[in-house]
């Protein structure tokens, strides 16, 4: 297994926020049941990880891989972070390019156990490149380990992989990945691109979903 750097580990006792603390959209008040992580941490993490992947991958042109749809918003905060080291350094800077892919494994709130790539038409262009995959949790760690497999067969250089979050669970496979924000426990989270089948989404802070939300958007 890779060594991974380390990263902010809430435990299980942790309760996390009332939500009367934070702002948060009207229509999910009753959805949630705590604020987990903010946003503004999120993104203060989101910058300290940004320096890590620059100083371990910064030597070469880095083809960032964003996973589809959960990793949208951690993929565009941690690109900024990254884009705007570029940008301040006198002594060197790297190209960046950009490649999508969607996988989707979940159905409510249980995996699937099978994992299909909906999009992934661009994999021929990470031959012989330096590949970040950005991704916004590992759970069981099951779709990365066929994610990889996948990238495996376009023959990359280098492959790591930054995930926001890490679920501390008895289902993983034992994957830990090279860059991570956040270890949760096993609970089900939301917001910040993680959904509930397709909602929360548009929620800036990471929270527990409520009793009521499940079943309001179970499918
Ligand atoms: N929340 C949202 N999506 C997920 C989770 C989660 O806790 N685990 C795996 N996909
Ligand atoms: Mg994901």
């Keep these: 297994m890779a060594t991974s750097s380390p990263c902010i580990v809430i435990g299980d006792e942790d309760q996390g926020y009332d939500l009367d603390l934070f702002c948060v959209p009207k229509h999910y008040a009753s959805d949630l049941e705590r604020v987990y ?13 940004a320096r890590e992947i620059m100083k371990d991958m910064g030597g070469h042109h880095v083809v ?12 565009a905060d941690l690109l900024g972070y990254m884009e705007a080291l570029n940008g301040n350094s006198e002594s060197c800077s790297v190209p960046m390019t950009v490649e999508f892919i969607r ?3 979940y159905c409510d709130d249980q995996s699937t156990g099978e994992i299909k ?33 996948l990238l495996k067969l ?9 995930s926001l979050l890490v679920k501390r669970t008895p289902r993983s496979v ?37 009793e009521t939300g499940r079943e309001k958007y179970k499918s």
């Design 154 to 162: 376009h023959n990359p250089q280098i492959v790591k992989v930054a």
């Design 174 to 210: 034992g994957y830990r990945p090279d860059f991570v924000g956040f270890e949760v426990p096993d609970k089900f989270v939301v917001g910040y691109g993680l959904d509930y089948n397709e909602y929360f989404r548009d929620l800036k802070h990471i929270c527990v979903i409520s």
């Design 37 to 49: 992580i903010p946003h503004g941490l999120i993104l203060d993490r989101t910058e300290r990880l």
């Design 103 to 105: 996988l989707v494994s």
């Design 117 to 149: 790539v909906i999009r992934g038409d661009d994999l021929p262009a990470l031959t012989g490149k330096h590949v970040l995959i950005v991704e916004d949790i590992v759970d069981t760690g099951k779709a990365m380990k066929t994610l990889l497999e």
């Design 64 to 75: 960032a891989l964003c996973v589809l749809k959960g990793g949208y918003k951690f993929f």
